[in-house]
């Protein structure tokens, strides 16, 4: 299989993940919870995608401990990676904070410091954008440099706009 093909079929495996993942997050709810208004309901799906994307990242991250990576393994967890958090700054309506969700661990500042939330989304986008160009050209050692930027981007978010998970 060519590498253009094997792109297309990556590029369409990721696309029907995050279809479905969509679809399975809108037929069902998180840990028993159930949605009884939109915001509720957008309070779930974002937990429900990152976990996802979490899910995501640790694979790519496991399979890098290999002595021998798969890149098939790495190119499909970070394609699924890049597709989640396109997504991501539209995972937080207004209302679908801890009013809607209490255990929701977003910060209020999410919603009243919405330029640096943006900046921090974009920069984990693009952060994820490089992880899976490294991972389509198969250079396992850049992508293993990638992984730590990536995380940093992550953790950047977190600190200032997540707080401590609930019991």
Not at 24 to 42: D, L, N, R
Not at 148 to 157: E, H, I, V, Y
Request: hydrophobic share 40%; glycine share 8%; charged share 25%.
């Amino acid at each position: 299989m060519s590498i253009k093909a094997l792109r297309a079929v990556m590029a369409l495996s990721a696309g029907l993940a995050v279809a479905a993942g969509g679809a399975a997050a809108q037929a069902h709810t998180t840990k028993g919870e159930k949605a009884h208004s939109p915001a509720q309901h957008a309070a779930m799906v974002r937990h429900d995608n990152f976990e996802k994307l979490g899910a995501a990242f640790k694979r790519v991250n496991d399979e890098l401990k290999k002595p021998k990576p798969s890149t098939q393994v790495v190119q499909q967890n970070s394609a699924a990676m890049r597709a989640l958090t396109a997504e991501l700054p539209t995972w937080f309506p207004k209302g679908s904070g801890q009013e809607a969700r209490p255990k929701s661990e977003a910060k209020a500042n999410i919603w009243t410091d919405t330029a640096g939330f943006s900046a921090a989304a974009s920069k984990s986008q693009a952060e994820v954008a490089k992880l899976h160009q490294l991972a389509v050209s198969g250079d396992m050692d850049a992508v293993r440099a990638q992984v730590r930027a990536t995380g940093g981007s992550c953790k950047g978010c977190h600190d200032k706009y997540r707080q401590e998970k609930k019991s």
